[in-house]
C-alpha cells in the first residue's frame, strides 16, 4: 500500500515542480523590465541557493561547463583586483555574477519545465504583458506617436528585449510546424509584440531583432546564397542611404530617426574628442578610448590580466552619468573593452570562447535529427550572435538589466538540447 501511495504521490511532485519551474521563469523573463536590477539579482541568487540546496549540494555539469568561461574570467578578475578598492571591486564581481546567475536560473528551472513548447509560451506571454504596458503609453496619449523619439523613449520607455525574443520564437515556431496556440492568437500577440519593439524606437532592439530573424528562419545556410544576397544589397543599400543624412538631422532639435542611426555609427568610434560638445554626442567612442589608453598604461603582466576587478578609468572630466557627477567609472559601453581592462588578452580570449562555444552548441544542435532540437539551435546561434554584436553597444552579456531574458533563454535552451542528447543530464557531487 505504501509503495502504491509513493508511486500516486510522485506524478504529483513531478507536476507541482513542472508548475513552479513555469512560473518562475515567467516572473524572472518579465522582472528585468519593471524591477531594479539590484532586486533581480538577489531573487535569482536565492532561488540558485534553494535549488542548490535541495539537491543536496550538487552542480549539474553541463551548467558548469557552460558557465566555465565566464567563471575563470572572473576568477583572472578578482585575482589581478589587489590594488583595487572592495566596494570598486565587489561592483565588477556583480556585473559578471548577475547574468551567470540568469544563465543558471534559466538552465536549472528548465529541467523542471523540460517541454519546449512550454517554454516558448512562456517568453510569448510574458512578452505579451510587456508590450501591453508599452503600447498603452499609445493607445491613452495618441500623440506620442508624433513627438521626438527621445521624448518618446522618455515617457513610454526603451522597449524591452523579451519582446524580440517571442517575435522570433513565433516566427521560428510557424516555420518549423510547431504549434504553440490557435493561429488567430498567435498573430495577435505577434504583432502586440512586433508593435511594441517598433514603438520603442531602440536601434538595439531592431538590429537584434534582424539578426535573429535571419538567423531562426534559417537564412544563413549554404542553400540560401540568392536570399543572403538580397539581404546583403538591401543592407548595404540601408547604409548607403544612413551614411549620406544630411548634417542638419544628426543632432540637435532637427535629428529624425534617420539621424540617430547614422549617429550610431559615429558614436562607438573610438577617438580622442576634446570639445566637450563632442564629448557629449560621442560619449561611448569617448569612453572607450579612455579605457583603451588606461589598459594600455598598464605593464605586460597587467596587458595579460588585466588591472582586475575595482579598476576605475579616469574620465578627465566630471559627467552627469544616470543623475550623478562621476569622474572615475567601472563600467563601459563596450563590453569587449570592459573584459580587456578588467581580466587583460586572458580574459577577453575566454569571453570569446564563451560566445563560440554557445555558437557551436548551436550548430550541433542544428545538425540533430530532431526538429525541436534544430528550433533549439538557431535559437542559440541567433542568441549567441545578438550577445556577440551587443557587446560592442550596451555591453552585451555583462549588461545588468536589457539582456537578462536573453541569457535566461541560453541558459535554458542548452539545459534542452543537452537534455535532449544521447547522454542524460547527471549531477555532479
Not at 52 to 69: N, W
Not at 212 to 219: E, K, P, Q, S, T
Not at 295 to 300: M, T, V
Not at 348 to 374: C, D, H, T, W
Request: overall charge positive.
Amino acid at each position: 500500500m505504501e509503495n502504491s501511495a509513493d508511486c500516486a504521490g510522485a506524478p504529483a511532485l513531478t507536476v507541482k515542480k513542472s508548475a513552479l519551474s513555469k512560473a518562475a521563469l515567467f516572473l524572472f523573463m518579465l522582472a528585468p523590465a519593471f524591477a531594479p536590477a539590484e532586486l533581480v539579482s538577489a531573487l535569482m541568487l536565492m532561488v540558485v541557493a534553494v535549488v542548490f540546496v535541495l539537491s543536496g549540494f550538487k552542480a549539474h555539469r553541463g551548467m558548469l561547463a557552460l558557465a566555465a568561461p565566464i567563471l575563470l574570467l572572473m576568477a583572472v578578475g578578482v585575482a589581478a583586483s589587489y590594488q583595487s578598492a572592495p566596494y570598486d571591486i565587489f561592483k565588477d564581481v556583480w556585473y559578471t555574477l548577475n547574468p551567470l546567475l540568469a544563465l543558471a536560473i534559466g538552465y536549472l528551472l528548465m529541467h523542471g519545465i523540460k517541454d519546449l513548447r512550454s517554454l516558448f509560451k512562456i517568453i510569448v506571454f510574458a512578452a505579451s504583458v510587456a508590450s501591453v504596458l508599452h503600447v498603452s503609453y499609445f493607445i491613452f496619449d495618441p500623440g506620442l506617436i508624433f513627438q521626438p523619439a527621445d521624448s518618446i523613449r522618455a515617457v513610454a520607455g526603451r522597449g524591452y528585449f523579451i519582446t524580440v525574443l517571442a517575435v522570433c520564437v513565433l516566427a521560428a515556431c510557424r516555420k518549423a510546424g510547431m504549434k504553440l496556440m490557435p493561429g488567430p492568437i498567435a498573430a495577435f500577440l505577434f504583432l502586440l509584440c512586433f508593435s511594441s519593439i517598433i514603438l520603442a524606437f531602440s536601434r538595439t532592439l531592431w538590429t537584434s531583432l534582424a539578426i535573429m530573424i535571419i538567423v531562426v528562419l534559417g537564412f544563413l545556410t549554404a542553400r540560401n546564397l540568392k536570399k543572403l544576397a538580397v539581404l546583403a544589397v538591401a543592407a548595404a543599400g540601408l547604409f548607403v542611404y544612413v551614411f549620406i543624412t544630411p548634417e542638419s538631422q544628426l543632432a540637435g532639435p532637427g535629428q529624425t530617426l534617420r539621424g540617430k542611426m547614422a549617429h550610431s555609427f559615429k558614436e562607438v568610434m573610438v577617438s580622442d574628442y576634446r570639445k566637450m560638445a563632442d564629448i557629449s554626442v560621442n560619449w561611448r567612442g569617448y569612453e572607450s578610448f579612455l579605457a583603451i589608453q588606461t589598459y594600455l598604461d598598464g605593464d605586460s603582466v597587467q596587458h595579460a590580466i588585466g588591472r582586475g576587478f575595482g579598476t576605475l578609468v579616469d574620465l578627465g572630466i566630471y559627467m552627469d552619468l544616470g543623475g550623478e557627477k562621476l569622474r572615475y567609472i567601472p563600467i563601459f559601453h563596450n563590453g569587449y573593452i570592459f573584459v580587456l581592462v578588467k581580466t587583460g588578452v586572458l580574459g577577453l580570449l575566454l569571453y570569446i570562447y564563451f560566445l563560440a562555444r554557445v555558437l557551436l552548441s548551436g550548430k550541433r544542435a542544428v545538425n540533430s535529427p530532431s526538429q525541436e532540437e534544430k528550433l533549439a539551435g538557431r535559437l542559440l546561434i541567433a542568441i549567441g550572435l545578438v550577445l556577440s554584436a551587443t557587446t560592442f553597444v550596451i555591453a552585451g552579456f555583462f549588461n545588468k538589466s536589457t539582456l537578462i531574458p536573453a541569457v535566461l533563454l541560453l541558459g535554458a535552451l542548452a539545459s534542452f538540447c543537452r537534455s535532449a542528447g544521447a547522454q542524460p543530464e547527471r549531477p555532479s557531487a
